[in-house]
């Protein structure tokens, strides 16, 4: 079955900080990932997809994510993290049917 | 362009009363969705259409409904409202396989 993990529920970096926002999936095919960000009290918003191709995707608001098969990860980053980055992040493997199973999210909070 | 547009934003219902939660896209996407996010658990599949007329279960599809009888509207009813249904329910659509959800901004709905 598909599932989506997301290791850290709640992360704190300074401003200007590099950011990991880990994800691992299982997936019996060769997934399709997505990180979406979702600000307080709003929808969530895509950041970046992967369907094939590159292991290296780039995204809106400066974020990338690599994608590895071997570990069966799909890893956020970002070089230098702003105070407006502050927000929760999901994870997603897209199944049949276009289907998305969703991690739990990792909170991000950014001190000054 | 308005995206994904969810009414109502809030409601209170008491239990055992219905109601039915409005999601409209006017991307003329095929694939439409209904999500509910509950803290700590990420995102919910409740049920899920393929294109007008087609309708399937997701993960959690107990204590609801849905219908989609044009390609803009995917409503979600709601009948016999439990506490257990108090979430933050979210519509989303999507042009076909493979590609990222658009989401609305979500209905907070509580069950006292």
């Known amino acids: 079955a598909q599932s989506v993990t997301q290791p850290d529920i709640h992360i704190t970096v300074s401003e200007g900080a590099s950011l990991e926002l880990r994800c691992n999936y299982s997936y019996g095919a060769t997934p399709y990932l997505f990180w979406y960000v979702q600000s307080p009290g709003q929808g969530l918003q895509l950041l970046l997809k992967?369907?094939?191709?590159?292991?290296l995707v780039q995204g809106i608001k400066g974020f990338e994510a690599e994608f590895k098969r071997s570990q069966s990860s799909f890893n956020l980053r970002k070089p230098s993290v702003h105070w407006s980055d502050a927000a929760e992040y999901f994870c997603a493997v897209g199944a049949s049917g276009n289907q998305f199973y969703f991690g739990t999210g990792t909170s991000l909070t950014v001190i000054p | 362009n308005a995206g994904v547009t969810q009414t109502p934003k809030f409601r209170i219902l008491k239990i055992g009363q219905s109601m039915t939660l409005q999601c409209a896209q006017d991307?003329?996407?095929?694939?439409m969705y209904w999500y509910r996010q509950d803290p700590g658990m990420g995102l919910k599949l409740i049920y899920y259409?393929?294109?007008?007329?087609?309708?399937d279960k997701g993960e959690v599809p107990n204590g609801y409904n849905v219908s989609r009888s044009t390609t803009e509207d995917f409503p979600l009813r709601l009948e016999l409202a439990a506490p257990s249904q108090t979430s933050v329910y979210f519509c989303?659509?999507?042009?076909?396989?493979?590609?990222?959800?658009?989401f609305g901004s979500g209905t907070r709905l509580t069950v006292v």
């Open positions: 992967y369907f094939s191709g590159d292991t």
């Open positions: 989303a659509s999507s042009p076909g396989q493979g590609y990222g959800y658009t």
């Open positions: 259409s393929v294109g007008a007329g087609i309708t």
């Open positions: 991307m003329n996407h095929n694939y």
